[in-house]
């Protein structure tokens, strides 16, 4: 377990991510993460990947689409 500590940056509000997290993620300075929250309550810091941000857009868009039937199918 890593602790992070808030800190503020400019008018905002970030977290520094010490080398060995860096190391880790395989990030380095100017790269894009994503924050997702998991299912148990908690967050999930990993890298950005366009690939997956594009299956996301479609599944999405099926859920919207198919809306209904999925409401139906989950009853």
């Known amino acids: ?19 060995e997290a860096l190391n880790r993620l395989h990030l380095e300075d100017g790269d894009r993460v994503i924050l997702t929250e998991s299912p148990e309550g908690g967050y999930r810091l990993t890298p950005y990947d ?18 209904n039937t999925l409401k139906v199918l989950s009853e």
């Open 1 to 19: 377990m890593i602790e992070l500590k808030v800190v503020r940056v400019g008018n905002s509000l970030g977290v520094r991510l010490p080398r």
């Open 50 to 67: 366009p690939e997956f941000e594009c299956q996301m857009k479609v599944a999405e868009e099926g859920m919207r689409r198919y809306r």
